[in-house]
């Protein structure tokens, strides 16, 4: 398994754009990585930043972590 860190962010309608964070997973494959990091950051996100994750969108960033 290989080590991937992640960067997720949206546009929050408080704290503007660039709000996210950046998670480190262990995955075979890169579009593994993106699934397992998108699923934890989408958890930890409350009903009003999904609202605003959904209709600005999602911007992810993705290499292998060293």
Known sequence: ???YSVRLSFTDRREGPGTGRILTVEATSLPGAIGKAA???????NTKQRNDARRDGIKIEARTAQ
């Open 39 to 45: 699923r934890e950051f989408w958890r930890e996100l």
């Open 1 to 3: 398994m290989t080590r």
